[in-house]
């Protein structure tokens, strides 16, 4: 981890140092430096609907594969657990398989929109451009805090458990949990 933040740190200077000079040239001209930040603002808008636009294709297959598949009883041991902890065992599961099918994008476009807001204040003042529905809630948190509060009860099964059920691959997967828990039988 601190070689990582030493290199980040190393090349966020050397951009930094780089850029200097430049920047003085520009802030001798404010026609071209306006110029060049409005264009620096477009193409991060630009750049965070193309992000978001992938996004957004992304999860609808994600959510299509989970909403269609349901686990076969057959491949679900027979373990120790409460109907409870079978529900919460099988609702973290399915975040976490919608989470990896996801993979990186949804930081990607928290980023991207992060970047994008802060680049338009800068050059504006404020932020005035409609993102649509969009907004650093949705992206960053939407959801989250129901997820990670089954993701405390999911803590609570027995370790060994909990390893049993994500070795199966079937459960690495988006696949439906009601469904599935109805499948159980449970």
Same mark, same amino acid.
């Given at each position: ?83 409870? %902890?079978? &529900? ?6 399915? +975040? ?8 990186? $994008? @949804? ?43 089954? %993701?405390? &009860? ?6 060994? +458990? ?8 079937? $459960? @690495? ?14």
């Amino acid at each position: 981890m601190a070689a990582v933040t030493k290199t980040w740190v190393a090349l966020c200077a050397l951009i930094v140092g780089c850029a200097a000079p430049e920047l003085s040239v520009r802030q001798k001209d404010p026609t071209v430096r306006y110029s060049y930040t409005t264009e620096v603002v477009e193409l991060a808008l630009e750049k965070m609907q193309d992000v978001l636009a992938t996004l957004e294709k992304k999860v609808d297959a994600c959510g299509n594969e989970r909403m269609k598949t349901v686990i076969p009883p057959q491949v679900l041991p027979a373990l120790p657990l409460s109907d409870r %902890e079978w &529900e919460m065992a099988m609702a973290h599961l399915s +975040i976490k398989a919608m989470d990896d099918c996801v993979g990186r $994008l @949804r930081g990607d476009a928290v980023l991207a929109y992060t970047r994008f807001r802060d680049f338009e204040k800068q050059v504006t003042g404020g932020n005035a451009i409609d993102t649509g529905y969009y907004n650093l809630e949705l992206l960053c948190c939407m959801s989250v805090f129901g997820s990670m509060e089954i %993701e405390l &009860e999911y803590k609570k099964i027995d370790p060994k +458990i909990r390893q049993t059920l994500e070795s199966i691959p079937e $459960l @690495r997967q988006p696949f439906n949990p009601i469904r599935t828990r109805d499948a159980m039988g449970r």
